[in-house]
């Protein structure tokens, strides 16, 4: 079992829609959850930042983390074509414990937004 | 501010061949990582360095060798090619390690890579 799960997708949507993206993990060490969106043929550039649970809006994106589900979303209001990306979750335990400075990341959920 | 910089952008090699693949960055990080991608299986670390003349294998750490003999670059070779390591290579780096904020990791536009 992967300790992160992720559903690839391809997930497609009409320009407007919200969309919910989520991962679930299985290591309860995470403690720093990422939301990276990579375009097509380009290195992932970090999207959205949460340490521990709760929520975090930026925007039209808004991250969540429950911890005590180990299970966390990035919804995206309002959803343009130029939202069209991989969107890859990561996760990071806490410093000091063996996977210092390590991010383990999801398979990534491909998603398009049509106009 | 260039960033995260990789050479080449993209490579055939046949098997048994070897290459080097460079990663250079500007922002005076103390990680950086080497990871590839592969369909279905995300983000894979390979090696990583917490600074210059360390090294640390990570996930798939087989097949490949690095070195950090400068703060600035992270070299990631293969000695002798194998189609498996057709991928997409990615190259990081983080001010520091730890996960937190200011450990952001900040990516490369990858390498393509096809071993035939």
């Given at each position: 079992?992967?300790?992160?799960e992720?559903?690839?997708?391809?997930?497609?949507?009409?320009?407007?829609?919200?969309?919910?993206?989520?991962?679930t993990?299985?290591?309860?060490?995470?403690?720093?959850?990422?939301?990276?969106?990579?375009?097509?043929?380009?290195?992932?550039?970090?999207?959205?930042?949460?340490?521990?649970?709760?929520?975090?809006?930026?925007?039209?994106?808004?991250?969540?983390?429950?911890?005590?589900?180990?299970?966390?979303s990035?919804?995206?209001?309002?959803?343009?074509?130029?939202?069209?990306?991989?969107?890859l979750?990561?996760?990071?335990?806490?410093?000091?414990?063996?996977?210092?400075?390590?991010?383990?990341?999801?398979q990534?959920?491909?998603?398009?937004?049509?106009? | 501010?260039?960033?995260?910089?990789?050479?080449?952008?993209?490579?055939?090699?046949?098997?048994?061949?070897?290459?080097?693949?460079?990663?250079?960055?500007?922002?005076?990080?103390?990680?950086?990582?080497?990871?590839?991608?592969?369909?279905?299986?995300?983000?894979?670390?390979?090696?990583?360095?917490?600074?210059?003349?360390?090294?640390?294998?990570?996930?798939?750490?087989?097949?490949?060798n690095?070195?950090?003999?400068?703060?600035?670059?992270?070299?990631?070779?293969?000695?002798?090619?194998a189609?498996?390591?057709?991928s997409?290579?990615?190259?990081?780096?983080?001010?520091?390690?730890?996960?937190?904020?200011?450990?952001?990791?900040?990516?490369?536009?990858?390498?393509?890579?096809?071993v035939?």
């Amino acid at each position: 079992q992967k300790e992160v799960e992720q559903d690839p997708g391809p997930l497609s949507v009409p320009e407007g829609a919200i969309v919910s993206l989520n991962c679930t993990y299985s290591n309860s060490a995470f403690q720093y959850f990422m939301w990276y969106r990579q375009y097509s043929r380009k290195g992932p550039e970090l999207l959205m930042y949460t340490y521990s649970s709760g929520n975090k809006e930026d925007g039209r994106f808004t991250a969540q983390v429950d911890k005590s589900s180990k299970y966390i979303s990035l919804f995206i209001r309002d959803s343009q074509p130029s939202d069209s990306a991989t969107y890859l979750c990561a996760m990071s335990a806490a410093f000091g414990s063996s996977n210092t400075g390590k991010l383990i990341f999801g398979q990534g959920t491909t998603l398009q937004v049509k106009p | 501010n260039a960033g995260v910089t990789q050479t080449p952008k993209f490579r055939v090699l046949k098997t048994g061949q070897s290459m080097t693949l460079l990663c250079a960055q500007d922002m005076n990080h103390e990680y950086m990582y080497w990871y590839r991608q592969d369909p279905g299986m995300g983000l894979r670390l390979i090696h990583y360095s917490v600074g210059e003349g360390t090294t640390a294998k990570g996930e798939v750490p087989d097949g490949y060798n690095v070195s950090r003999l400068k703060k600035q670059n992270f070299l990631l070779g293969l000695e002798s090619a194998a189609p498996s390591q057709t991928s997409v290579y990615f190259c990081a780096s983080s001010l520091l390690g730890g996960g937190g904020y200011q450990e952001t990791q900040y990516f490369g536009p990858g390498t393509r890579l096809l071993v035939l």
